[in-house]
C-alpha cells in the first residue's frame, strides 16, 4: 500500500473541481488547471476530498502510478489556491537582469545579453537587479521556466559564480596551490 496514495486530496472552500471520467479539472481564486489521470488509476470525489486508487490491485504500474497521480492532483489543488513562486539569485561582477515587457534580458559575462521570453502563465519580478522571482499556478512550468534561465549559467564551484536558487548551496573547491 502507498503511504501517499492512501491520503486523500483535501478540496478547500473556493475550490470548485469537476471530474469527467479520468480527466481533471481544478477551478480556483488565481486560475484553472487540468490533469488528464491515466487509465489505470481512478480518482473520485467524495464530500470535500478526491481519492485517487489503482484501478486493479494486481496490476503493479497501477501501483506504480497511483501516488504520483495524487501527488499531480494535490499539485493542482495547492497551485490554485496559493501558487507557487521559485526565486533564483545572480552572483558575479557585472551579472544583472532586468525585465523589459514580456522579455528578460540577462547579462552574465557573455559577449551580449541573453534575452529569455516569459512563457504564458507565468510572471516574474526582478528585485535590486540580482534577484528574479519566477511565480505561477502550474508547480511544473514554474520549475521548468527557473531550471531553464539557471541552465544559462549554472554555479561554477571555484567562485561560485553564476544563476543559483535562493536556497541552493554551492559546494565550494579549492583552487590551484602553488
Given at each position: 500500500?502507498?503511504?501517499?496514495?492512501?491520503?486523500?486530496?483535501?478540496?478547500?472552500?473556493?475550490?470548485?473541481?469537476?471530474?469527467?471520467?479520468?480527466?481533471?479539472?481544478?477551478?480556483?481564486?488565481?486560475?484553472?488547471?487540468?490533469l488528464r489521470?491515466?487509465?489505470?488509476?481512478?480518482?473520485?470525489?467524495?464530500?470535500?476530498?478526491?481519492?485517487?486508487?489503482?484501478?486493479?490491485?494486481?496490476?503493479?504500474?497501477?501501483?506504480?502510478?497511483?501516488?504520483?497521480?495524487?501527488?499531480?492532483?494535490?499539485?493542482?489543488?495547492?497551485?490554485?489556491?496559493?501558487?507557487?513562486?521559485?526565486?533564483?539569485?545572480l552572483?558575479?561582477?557585472?551579472?544583472?537582469?532586468?525585465?523589459?515587457?514580456?522579455?528578460?534580458?540577462?547579462?552574465?559575462?557573455?559577449?551580449?545579453?541573453?534575452?529569455?521570453?516569459?512563457?504564458?502563465?507565468?510572471?516574474?519580478?526582478?528585485?535590486?537587479?540580482?534577484?528574479?522571482?519566477?511565480?505561477?499556478?502550474?508547480?511544473?512550468?514554474?520549475?521548468?521556466?527557473?531550471?531553464?534561465?539557471?541552465?544559462?549559467?549554472?554555479?561554477?564551484?571555484?567562485?561560485?559564480?553564476?544563476?543559483?536558487?535562493?536556497?541552493?548551496?554551492?559546494?565550494?573547491?579549492?583552487?590551484?596551490?602553488?
Open positions: 500500500m502507498s503511504r501517499i496514495g492512501k491520503l486523500p486530496v483535501e478540496i478547500p472552500a473556493g475550490v470548485t473541481i469537476t471530474l469527467n471520467g479520468q480527466d481533471l479539472m481544478v477551478k480556483g481564486p488565481k486560475g484553472e488547471l487540468t489521470a491515466h487509465d489505470e488509476v481512478q480518482l473520485k470525489q467524495e464530500e470535500n476530498n478526491i481519492v485517487v486508487s489503482p484501478r486493479s490491485p494486481n496490476s503493479q504500474f497501477g501501483r506504480a502510478i497511483w501516488a504520483t497521480t495524487r501527488a499531480l492532483t494535490q499539485n493542482l489543488v495547492t497551485g490554485v489556491t496559493e501558487g507557487y513562486k521559485k526565486i533564483l539569485e552572483k558575479g561582477v557585472g551579472y544583472r537582469a532586468n525585465l523589459q515587457g514580456n522579455k528578460l534580458v540577462l547579462a552574465l559575462g557573455f559577449s551580449h545579453d541573453v534575452e529569455f521570453m516569459v512563457p504564458q502563465g507565468i510572471s516574474m519580478e526582478v528585485d535590486k537587479q540580482t534577484t528574479i522571482t519566477i511565480s505561477g499556478i502550474d508547480k511544473q512550468l514554474v520549475g521548468e521556466t527557473a531550471a531553464k534561465i539557471r541552465k544559462f549559467r549554472p554555479p561554477e564551484p571555484y567562485k561560485g559564480k553564476g544563476v543559483k536558487y535562493a536556497d541552493e548551496r554551492i559546494i565550494r573547491k579549492e583552487g590551484k596551490k602553488k
